[in-house]
Structure formats: C-alpha cells, structure tokens
C-alpha cells in the first residue's frame, strides 16, 4: 500500500485525520499515486493539480525520502521505499505567515 | 414565529448566526470550514435549507459545498468516493468544484484575453468563485461569479457546472481589467417578474444585461463615468461595485461604485447619479429596504486609497428617497477610531415587517438593526474578516 501524507485542509476536506493508505497497481508515480488519491477521495479533485492542466498547483510541494520531487516529471518512478509503503509521499503546503 | 438566519462568508471560515423575529439574542455556529476563505454563501429562495458555497484556497483552490439542512451538514455534491473521475479519454470529469471556461467550437465563444493591470492582455485564469445565486423556482439551479469574471451555472445541484459562454463573447472582453481585488463577476441580480431577464456587474467591466437567460448579453453602462479608463465615459471598463434592486421594481437599479452612487430607471439603459450629501460616494454596499423600494442603504467608505470610514466613523446612510438625499445612522455604532472596510458582498436585509438590515466589517464584526437602520447592535464581534452577510427569513 502506498502512504500519502496530506496537508491540514485536505485532510479536513477528505475527512482524513492522518495518512491515507492507497492501493496503486502498475508503476508508482506522482501522477498515478495522485490518480489513485482522487479516485478514492473525489472530493481532492482539482486541489492538488489543476483540473484542466494538471500541473501541480503552484503552493504544493511533493517531498518523499528527504527528498524534493516537486519539479520531477509527473510520469518519473518514485522512490522504492514509497514504492513498497516504507515511506509516505509527503503532500506539503508552502509555508504561510510571516 | 419567523426566524433569521444570517449566513456569514469569512476570510477564514463559515458561521452562521440565528435568531427567532425579535432579533435580540443570537446563536452562532462555526467555523465551518475552518481555515479557508469563504467567499459567499446563500440559500435558496424554494428551499431555505438547501444553502451553497464557495469556499476557496490560494493553495488548493475552489471547492462547492452544499447543505440540504440548512448549514447542520455538508457535502461536496460531486463524484461519489470510487467513481473515477477521469473519462476514459483521461479528460476530468464535471466534479462540482471544476470550473472551466468554455472553448467549445458549439458556442462559437472562443476564449478571449482580457486587459492586465499594465495594459497588455492576459489569457482567462480561473481563480475562484466570489459570488453564488440560486434560482428564484428551482433549488438545484444555481448561478455562480467567478474571477477572471465568468458566469457559470449548474442545473443538477452543483454536481457540475457549465460556463454561460455569452457573456465572455459579448466582444469587450479584451477591456475589461482587474481592479485591485481581482476581475471578479461579484453580483448577480435575478429579474422576479421576467425570469429570461438578469444582471451580472464586474469589477472592472460595467454592468450586463441578458433578456434571453444567459444567452447574450448587452453592456449597460451609459450615464457611469470613471476617470482611471481613457475614455471616462467608455461602454465598458468602469469598476461598479454593487448593484440591488427591489424584487417589485426590476427596472430600478442602485449601483455603488468606485467612485459616485447611481441609479437607474430603465433596467439600466442610462444613469444618474444620486450621491447628493453623501459625506463621500466611495464605498462597495448597496441594498435595499425588503418593503420600501425607494429606501436604500450604503456605507460611505473614505476613498480608494483609504478603505475605511470618513473621521473614523463608521456610519450607514439611508435614504428614503431613492437617493440623494441621505441621513446617517450612527446609533449602536462606533462614532471614534473605527477603521473596517465593508466588503461588497457584506449587506443584506431581511423581510420581516421591520425590515432587518444586517453589514459584516473587515473587523469581524457582525452588525444588526432590526429597524430599518434606526439602531445597530453587533452581534458579532470577533470573527474574521467578513467576506460576505446573506440573510434568510424562515417561516
């Protein structure tokens, strides 16, 4: 099972009080794990990528590992530990307040 | 007994405050939606608990919440957990919070750019919904504003939603502009007695008229004159603000604008102003007496530079003349060092027989008069700032 980390809002908006756990057949990546989130959870649709574009909206961050893997390509592999459940994919907000 | 239900669109969240006919003591719940911008909420007029609203993000975008209980529960009204929501093309399907602009070739309304702060054109942007209004005869049928200034419309319940295309092809669009708030289509009026007829403004286009529900739409700006466009007196590009009718006089419009208060006796063919004392005719509310169409309210606001009161009094005029003649009503109100800004969505009145008249500030504050403006309690006084005040009157 794949392990998606959401931001407060979304969790509130999904009705999600910590991860999520998805199942995601065939490759595991940005788009394909986003894919399985949205179709468990519609009401996420268009809150993490555009309706029309879907391009990553511009305040989101995608961190797995340590790692920052916002700008990868959307098709690109995600990290092994992602792949197997060892480590969730991390669904940030840019930070707010000064 | 009647009662009142004052729904309450604020910077970070939704309440919704109650009282029995006498107005005196009220209940609040909320937040609802804690931590988002609740641009507006409203009910429908056939089924006062079936309310809508939009509730938005900078980070996660536009959402669609619906309650049929009257604000007691929520849902999104979209696509049921498991259904996929992608066609099997891999196009996204119609959720309820997916607003897109309309580029089909069947419209024959391709999308345009409209003028940017600097002058250039700029492409059409979805950003979010400012303004919901349901039908006058049926509760699943809903108009919604957005920014960049659309028009949308759902028919099933706001499963989904459609752009009401016209108005983008009036052909002006590359005129209009955004004004510091966005270019936002804030106010829809519905025609009572003409149900073909409606009233959409947007800051900063104008005023528009439809008389074929949505199909086309005129721009219906003769008599405004604004000094920040080339052309002061130009069809299309002035920041109108607000407008209201009453529901038994659809011909006779009120408009705050940018700067001046006008109105209009002709569904808004030509305009005169009707500022007259006014202590300044800068401001973003108008609306009108539920019984009284010839009485209205505004809020004088200092100037464009200085969102706040004049003297740091904050001071609702009335006038029962249609305008031009104005009074000010101060009683219940701060009369020193009040600096609030009343947002343009942020009046409304009630129907009950002494006309209720309810304002939200910038300050978070929530205030009332159950006399037609003779005196003013807050009934609220530190929410967030207030986006938005629509009230219900239930049997």
């Not at chain 2, 074929?212 to 003769?222: P, T």
Request: aromatic share 8%; hydrophobic share 35%; net charge negative.
């Amino acid at each position: 099972m794949i392990r998606v980390g959401l931001p407060y809002h979304l969790r509130n908006l999904a009705r999600v009080d910590a991860e999520v756990q998805l199942q995601v057949d065939g490759p595991v990546t940005q788009r394909t794990v986003l894919n399985a989130l949205e179709a468990r959870y519609p009401m996420l649709a268009g809150t993490i990528r555009d309706h029309v574009t879907q391009q990553r909206r511009a305040f989101l961050r995608f961190f797995a590992c340590g790692e920052d893997l916002s700008l990868q390509s959307p098709d690109a592999p995600l990290p092994e530990k992602v792949a197997t459940g060892e480590e969730p994919f991390l669904i940030i907000g840019a930070i707010a307040g000064g | 007994m009647s009662r009142v239900r004052v729904l309450v669109g604020t910077r970070k969240g939704a309440f919704i405050l109650t009282s029995d006919g006498k107005r005196e003591k009220w209940e609040i719940s909320g937040p609802h939606f804690a931590g988002w911008e609740i641009y507006h909420m409203k009910g429908s007029p056939v089924d006062p608990n079936r309310l809508y609203v939009s509730q938005t993000s900078g980070w996660f975008g536009q959402i669609i919440q619906r309650s049929d209980d009257g604000g007691k529960t929520w849902h999104q009204p979209g696509t049921k957990p498991g259904e996929p929501t992608t066609t099997p093309e891999g196009m996204p399907m119609g959720e309820s919070n997916k607003f897109v602009y309309d580029t089909s070739p069947e419209t024959g309304k391709p999308l345009t750019t409209h003028q940017w702060y600097d002058g250039t054109q700029h492409p059409w942007e979805f950003k979010r919904v400012w303004h919901i209004e349901p039908s006058l005869t049926d509760p699943n049928t809903v108009y919604a504003g957005v920014e960049d200034a659309a028009l949308f419309r759902t028919t099933d319940g706001g499963q989904s939603w459609h752009e009401l295309a016209g108005l983008r092809g009036h052909g002006t669009g590359p005129q209009w502009m955004p004004g510091a708030g966005g270019m936002g289509l804030h106010t829809i009026l519905l025609d009572h007695q003409n149900p073909n007829r409606m009233y959409i403004a947007i800051s900063a286009a104008g005023v528009f008229r439809t008389d074929d529900a949505g199909q086309s739409w005129k721009a219906v700006n003769q008599g405004l004159v604004s000094q920040f466009i080339p052309d002061p007196k130009a069809e299309v590009g002035h920041c109108v603000h607000r407008i209201a009718m009453h529901r038994s006089r659809p011909n006779v419009l009120f408009m705050q604008k940018h700067w001046d208060v006008m109105r209009s006796d002709n569904a808004g063919e030509s305009w005169h102003e009707i500022s007259g004392n006014l202590p300044t005719d800068f401001g973003f509310v108008v609306d009108v007496h539920a019984h009284e169409p010839n009485t209205i309210y505004v809020v004088p606001i200092k100037s464009d530079s200085e969102h706040f009161p004049p003297e740091g009094k904050l001071r609702v005029y009335r006038s029962r003349t249609g305008g031009n003649e104005w009074e000010a009503l101060t009683k219940g109100l701060p009369q020193r060092d009040c600096y609030v800004d009343i947002l343009r969505d942020a009046m409304a009145v009630d129907s009950l027989d002494d006309c209720g008249i309810y304002f939200g500030t910038t300050g978070g504050q929530v205030y009332a008069s159950p006399n037609g403006g003779n005196s003013w309690k807050a009934i609220v006084h530190d929410l967030p700032a207030v986006l938005s005040v629509e009230v219900q009157t239930l049997k």
